[in-house]
């Protein structure tokens, strides 16, 4: 556990919200042109697919999505609060529940819901990516395996790509498609643009963004 | 009525039903049994009187505590202020009675927590001549400490904003009544926060800034009610705090932890000190005249029945032990790098309906379920996600934990939502379902679902836990506890009777309808009919507009329904009466039943009670007026004016008025209960006979799965009845349903992205 980074991560979390949702908003509708609630919004379920096929597909419920974003994101135990990454999930899922959704409705991935929705898979990534921190060597790591977390972002965007990768392929359950992978490396230049190439904390943060991004997109959010 | 001093306090903790773990490595377990090897300082409380409660621990020099009352304030009527910290049968009472006025009885009813204020009793390190003495073997702790406590407070609230303090190392200097004296937090200590509702506890470390660095329990698990209405009541609280700066609270070991890199800066001057910091008096002025300020004073009033303090921090695994891995958790799922193959991604969808959320595809059981998929065997890859008994197989804990308790908590409220607590009606879905009992003990069995207390530390008395409050489901819900892992069967369901903590057989059970949750939906208030509609939309899947039936015999229909409603005899013919041939046949059953919400002493307590064993004008039975001879509910026979020729119910009687020829076919009646009988058991047994029970379970259960359109129809597709004739073929298995459902082909090719 970084006990300094921790106490940045208070001070950086509005800059990740924000960063994350930029990104979560590039990512949602990406492959989903067909996305789209039933026409009544009356049922529980929404449809999502290509032109050619309706498919009924759920939308998480807030415990679903706590439960899937642990799940995805390699957090072992939910229950495991004992630690300041897990109480930080659980207490940011206690603060967002009231704004995550109730009903398993694509009607209710509303603009706040997504906020809370982000908020959650940013405390997760957290814990996520910490884990990978923390890992005895590269290759134990689940996610980041490339990332150097000591040389800041001097080592380019392209080291984050295949953690990104190997995110998506567990929260979509798909490999990502070309441009997806495209949209990760624009951000993560961009990310770099104007900030401390050599400060550790950013690839941190930026390994984090990038997970929160995914966590929070539609594919993740939806089965 | 207070604690049985001739009873010691672990057994009178293990018959209160606190759990009990196993042995944590010199900790207490939570029945206190157990020893407190290695803590630098414990306190029994086992005196039985006197001023001194004695360091045991051995570790020198004995830190002792000498109660003191410097600088206590008169009571506004003058009454001197007695010496309210006493010892009796391993406890002790601290500010147990502020007021003062009422000699003798340390538990007799207090006057609240500003008389608390005043009453600045509290207890010291001292030596034998009653000197304070710093408490140099703590305030050395700078690396590590954990102090664990058994306490019963006697306030939700205990009248300071920033806390109250129930032990720990107080730097203020104390009784000054210098008002410019400069107050400083403590070494380290517990406090009580939050108001009522909220109540928690906090751990307050000082800083070398002289800041005061906190951590925070989860708000409402620290039981904060009077003593009186509160008997034997005991909660556990560790807090501890390693050389890292992590810092966790625990409240019977559901633990919240926080860690912020610091550098203690602890004062060896520190004193420690129980049920109230060192804050000195102040004085300020009140309508011109000079008073006492007792509004900065930190008094907590309770008891405490065992006190040790570690010069060391306990790991999260040496206190909770193996109980932790009742907690749910989920697989770590390393991405691979290999293409998804089709077959992968329809056994995903498979796993993902039956678990309730998105499951990565290298998942291992993703892996096993396709290679069933490959084979042709489209059961048995269900069996792998929700477990089978005859095939050995533990299945997905998400299983029960979502899809089938989020299943059930949509039928458990009135506004079917599955933003509920879990509650008993919920955990006796996952119970049945997860035991592959018959789905008909839903609505007829005398049993119910409870944690195992040694594999989950949550509340558990029966009495204030389970039937005056869902704190033991809550608990269960917010610890993310393995309900698949922890829930055992019980039989025998209760109604409390006394505020002594009496409790007595239920005499007409009937599963999940005479749970607390499905009472405290459809029993409150109202006339009792709710509980017929909703047992029907729940368990029939037929909404009360659809079973209408204007042509059936009106003789049961109450005498509070109006035959000329606005002077129209034929709105009733045509409108009214269809309803209520129906709904008022069959409300007899529940004659006896109501769900009561009674404030008593400023705490609300809400209960089930039947006229059949709660007594007449008590606590928990009915007051008076409430139930008539007949030990009918007296809300199901009111109105009687408005039409007096209507019936009365004088007993628990029931009619099937759902017998004309649509409702035959539609509810397919079977069984003894076809035609009626006495009480809720063999009304549920009506229900559950019926071959539209199975239906509905077939119905809720492939939605569920399946995810078509949820409509609140009642249409039964040729799937659902093809499911429903294997659900009573399995002899009404709930798991078996969901492996069917989930197999079927019409199923699977609806299922999600």
């Known amino acids: 556990m970084n006990q300094k980074n921790y106490a940045f991560r208070k001070k950086v979390k ?20 067909g996305f789209k609630a039933t026409a009544d919004g009356s049922g529980d379920f929404g449809s999502l697919g290509g032109a050619d ?3 009924q597909v759920g939308f998480l419920s807030s415990e679903q999505m706590l439960k899937s974003m642990i799940s995805v994101a390699g957090v072992e135990s939910l229950g495991d609060v004992a630690t300041p990454d897990d109480s930080a999930i659980d207490m940011t899922y206690q603060q967002r529940a009231g704004s995550l959704p109730s009903v398993q409705n694509l009607t209710a991935a509303t603009g706040p819901t997504l906020i809370a929705v982000t908020n959650l898979a940013s405390t997760v990534c957290n814990k996520s990516v910490n884990n990978d921190i923390a890992a005895g060597s590269p290759t134990d790591r689940l996610f980041f395996q490339e990332v150097n977390f000591n040389a800041g972002l001097n080592q380019g965007a392209a080291a984050f790509v295949p953690g990104f990768e190997r995110i998506a392929r567990n929260a979509w359950r798909r490999d990502p498609t070309a441009d997806e992978i495209g949209y990760i490396q624009g951000f993560a230049s961009e990310f770099a643009d104007g900030a401390n190439l050599t400060d550790k904390e950013q690839a941190r943060l ?6 929160t991004s995914v966590l929070s997109s539609m594919d993740a959010l939806t089965y | 009525m207070g604690l049985n001093k001739n009873v010691s306090t672990s057994a009178i903790l293990a018959a209160m039903g606190m759990m009990v773990t196993s042995p944590a490595q010199a900790l207490r377990n939570q029945d206190m049994s157990g020893n407190d090897s290695g803590a630098a300082a414990v306190y029994l409380f086992d005196e039985n009187g006197g001023d001194t409660a004695f360091d045991t621990s051995g570790v020198a020099p004995a830190l002792n505590l000498k109660v003191k009352t410097d600088g206590n304030l008169p009571t506004q009527d003058g009454t001197p202020i007695l010496k309210n910290a006493q010892m009796m049968g391993n406890i002790i009472y601290v500010n147990p009675k502020p007021n003062g006025a009422e000699t003798g009885d340390p538990m007799m009813a207090d006057k609240g927590y500003e008389s608390a204020q005043r009453h600045r009793t509290f207890l010291i390190s001292a030596d034998s001549s009653g000197t304070p003495v710093t408490a140099d073997k703590l305030n050395s702790c700078s690396n590590g400490f954990t102090i664990q406590a058994f306490v019963r407070p006697y306030f939700p609230f205990q009248g300071n904003d920033s806390g109250n303090l129930i032990v720990g190392l107080s730097n203020s200097m104390a009784n000054s009544n210098n008002p410019s004296a400069a107050t400083s937090p403590v070494n380290f200590g517990l406090y009580q926060t939050g108001m009522a509702g909220a109540e928690a506890v906090q751990l307050q470390v000082r800083n070398a800034a002289g800041a005061v660095v906190s951590q925070t329990s989860v708000a409402g698990g620290f039981s904060s009610v009077r003593a009186a209405d509160n008997p034997g009541r005991f909660t556990e609280l560790i807090a501890t705090m390693d050389a890292q700066g992590l810092m966790t609270v625990y409240v019977n070991r559901s633990a919240r932890s926080s860690i912020t890199p610091f550098n203690r800066g602890f004062l060896n001057s520190a004193h420690l000190v129980i049920g109230n910091d060192l804050i000195p008096l102040q004085n300020k002025l009140d309508n011109g005249q000079t008073v006492i300020d007792v509004s900065k004073q930190r008094n907590w009033s309770g008891e405490i029945a065992h006190l040790a303090i570690y010069c060391r921090s306990f790991t999260r695994a040496e206190i909770l032990g193996a109980v932790a891995l009742n907690k749910a958790s989920s697989a770590v799922v390393k991405p691979a790098k290999t293409a998804v193959a089709d077959t992968r991604i329809q056994a995903r969808k498979m796993v993902e309906r039956l678990t309730g959320g998105p499951i990565p595809v290298d998942h291992p059981m993703v892996v096993d379920v396709e290679a069933k998929l490959i084979a042709g065997d489209r059961v048995a890859a269900a069996k792998i996600v929700t477990g089978d008994a005859a095939a050995g197989l533990a299945g997905h804990p998400d ?73 033991h489901y809550e608990d269960l819900d917010n610890g993310h506890w393995d309900l698949g892992k922890v829930l055992v069967r019980k039989t025998g369901q209760q109604i409390a009777t006394t505020m002594q903590g009496a409790y007595t057989p239920n005499p007409d059970p009937a599963g999940v309808l005479t749970s607390r949750a499905f009472m405290s939906a459809h029993a409150i208030a109202g006339t009792n009919r709710r509980l017929v509609e909703y047992a029907f939309r729940e368990f029939m899947c037929v909404p009360m507009s659809e079973m209408a039936d204007t042509s059936a015999s009106p003789a049961r229909i109450g005498r509070d329904i109006d035959r000329l409603p606005g002077g129209d005899a034929m709105k009733f013919e045509t409108s009214c009466k269809g309803c209520h041939t129906v709904m008022d046949g069959f409300r007899g059953a529940f004659s006896h039943y109501d769900f009561a919400s009674t404030a008593i002493n400023n705490v609300t307590y809400n209960f089930v009670r039947n006229a059949q064993v709660s007594a007449k004008n008590t606590a928990f039975g009915f007051p008076n007026g409430t139930v008539d001879s007949n030990g009918v509910v007296r809300k199901m026979t009111h109105n009687e004016a408005t039409f007096p020729n209507g019936f009365l119910i004088t007993d628990d009687s029931f009619v099937n008025n759902a017998v004309g020829l649509a409702n035959k076919s539609l509810f397919g009646w079977r069984g003894a209960q076809a035609r009626g009988g006495f009480g809720v058991n063999q009304f549920g047994r009506m229900i559950a006979d019926s071959t539209r029970f199975s239906q509905c379970m077939a119905k809720r259960v492939y939605e569920t799965v399946c995810q078509t359109a949820q409509k609140s129809d009642s249409k039964v597709t040729p799937v659902v009845e093809s499911l429903a004739l294997k659900f009573e073929a399995s002899g009404y298995k709930l798991r078996s349903l969901f492996q069917e459902a989930a197999a079927n082909p019409a199923c699977a090719s609806g299922q999600g992205r």
Do not use: H, W
């Not at chain 2, 594999?455 to 204030?464: E, G, L, P, Q, T």
């Open chain 1, 14 to 33: 509005g800059v990740l919200m924000a960063g994350s949702l930029l990104i979560t908003s590039a990512l949602i509708g990406v492959n989903c042109s």
């Open chain 1, 53 to 55: 096929k309706e498919m």
């Open chain 1, 206 to 211: 930026l390994a984090v963004s990038i997970c």
């Open chain 2, 399 to 471: 299983f029960l934990n979502v899809v089938v308790k989020q299943l059930a908590a949509k039928m458990s409220n009135r506004e079917e939502t599955i933003r509920v607590p879990l509650n008993d009606m919920s955990a006796y879905f996952i119970g049945i379902t997860r035991d592959e009992r018959s789905a008909k003990e839903l609505l007829t069995e005398d049993a119910y679902y409870m944690a195992d207390t040694t594999k989950a530390n949550v509340r558990s008395d029966m009495f204030n836990d389970l039937l005056l409050s869902n704190n």
